[in-house]
């Protein structure tokens, strides 16, 4: 069995994280009824026994003593991070695993980065490298963070840097959330493309999210809720739409939902991580099949059904529709529109009581809608876990490698040109020590060139690309 750490970075990242453990321990909860410490858990959870002072070794049998998450927090203001510590889940984590500072990053991509990045790099090496050494065999790494604010896009990309060279054989997925038009972070064209230009040239795999689908996808599970269909109500323990259920009950916020989604996501990713199934798919697996070309790694995520995210009391969806769903745009996490677009591979990870025949069935059915580019026409990747969601059937995670991702990319760009333009908020970047104006240009540059290698898939509709003819040795 492997393990996984989370590095959450920032406000949203935090928030995220926060809800990603809270619904990882009901799950497991919910399966080990026994308490028993078992490889599931290990995948994610340390047993320690916390009457000794350093805790000393983790103990690998008999009854669960006390977990604690493999994860790193990690934010320059200290609300959130103290907010979860006297809340629910203050026991799964301890101040080893914590890293804070109180006067936060200013919205201000440099100084998360170039600042606190210098301030607190012998700190997080020595954190993640005592992470790393509670792990037998250490797979992969998750980031969760978000793009629009400092500490999210500087640090967080920072942090990624970090973990490719301490830990290079080591796999990085990173949760990127993308912010809306209408943000409130002025600034947050700015950090997200010079984040943009780390993930493009660190990441192994990123999962980029919108809050605007995600405020959608809400939007839809409030209807659900208050039009009364089919006798809908709401499960008393909802696992997303609130924070209910937990030990201790705290006021919602506004993102709280949103977060739960992401969160979900997480959840659903990682199950077969977590549990068994008939075909389990390890997480290196998503990377080496669905990442043709290093650079294109933007992976669009869709979760189904939503139902199984709002906890609203419906009669589950036919399985085939399930399918059906994760290709639809409603169950998207990022606004694009994949079957008008190129697919370059497609993962299914499916959860539940659910066949090999079932997920073949539905993949032949499917197939004829979606344009797969013509050298990987096969470029189907399934996974099956036993285990499904707290208190449902089963549920599906669609990972779609995809051309689509383009617009988002092109709108980003429009945004920061409007801004770069104007030379808009470009001082407070340009006054932080280290930071050039040529890291606007080389970030732009990044973006524009990831934008033209989709640009090249789209207009040879997939034809196999010609390479560079190789140098020919005299003899």
Not at 94 to 116: E, M, P, R
Not at 183 to 195: E, F, G, H, K, R
Not at 278 to 306: A, G, K, Q, W
Not at 421 to 447: N, R
């Amino acid at each position: 069995m492997t393990q996984s750490v989370v590095v959450q970075v920032g406000q949203c990242g935090n928030q995220v994280g926060c809800r990603f453990w809270d619904l990882a321990l009901r799950e497991h909860a919910a399966v080990n009824k026994k308490g028993i410490y078992d490889e599931a858990l290990s995948s994610f959870f340390r047993n320690v026994d916390t009457r000794s002072g350093d805790y000393g070794p983790d103990i690998y049998k008999g009854k669960i003593c006390s977990l604690k998450a493999r994860a790193l927090l990690i934010d320059m203001e200290e609300g959130v991070v103290n907010e979860i510590l006297q809340g629910p889940l203050r026991d799964v984590f301890d101040s080893k695993q914590l890293i804070t500072d109180v006067s936060g990053s200013g919205n201000n991509w440099a100084v998360g980065h170039k600042i606190y990045g210098c301030q607190y790099r012998e700190n997080i090496v020595e954190k993640l490298r005592k992470t790393a050494e509670h792990c037998d065999c250490l797979q992969c790494f998750f980031i969760i963070h978000s793009m629009g604010g400092g500490t999210g896009s500087g640090l967080g990309t920072f942090v990624l840097n970090l973990l490719e060279e301490e830990f290079p054989e080591v796999y990085r997925f990173v949760t990127s959330v993308y912010p809306s038009g209408e943000d409130d972070v002025i600034t947050s064209p700015y950090n997200s493309v010079l984040a943009m230009k780390e993930l493009n040239e660190h990441a192994d795999c990123v999962l980029p999210i919108e809050n605007e689908s995600l405020f959608e996808i809400v939007n839809k599970i409030h209807q659900i809720i208050n039009s009364g269909k089919l006798g809908s109500t709401v499960k008393q323990k909802s696992l997303v739409t609130s924070s209910a259920g937990s030990a201790k009950t705290l006021q919602e916020k506004p993102f709280d939902a949103m977060n739960n989604i992401v969160a979900n996501l997480l959840l659903n990713l990682t199950s077969s991580a977590r549990f068994e199934g008939s075909l389990n798919m390890d997480l290196n697996e998503i990377s080496m099949n669905l990442v043709p070309f290093p650079r294109l790694h933007y992976l669009v995520s869709s979760l189904t059904p939503l139902y199984t995210l709002a906890d609203v009391n419906i009669p589950s969806r036919r399985l085939d529709q399930m399918f059906s769903d994760a290709f639809s745009r409603d169950h998207q996490l990022i606004q694009a529109d994949p079957k008008h677009s190129l697919y370059l591979a497609c993962a299914l990870l499916v959860r539940g009581n659910v066949q090999v025949s079932d997920l073949r069935r539905n993949i032949e059915r499917l197939k004829p809608s979606l344009h797969f580019v013509s050298w990987n026409q096969e470029g189907w990747k399934t996974g099956l876990c036993s285990v499904p969601p707290v208190g449902h059937s089963h549920s599906l995670l669609a990972l779609a490698n995809n051309t689509c991702v383009k617009p988002t990319f092109i709108e980003l760009k429009d945004r920061f040109v409007k801004l770069y333009k104007k030379k808009a908020h470009l001082h407070h970047y340009l006054q932080v020590d280290g930071m050039e104006q040529s890291s606007f240009s080389e970030a732009m540059s990044s973006l524009s060139d990831l934008i033209e290698e989709y640009n090249e898939l789209d207009a040879a509709k997939g034809e196999p690309r010609i390479d560079p003819s190789r140098l020919k040795i005299a003899v």
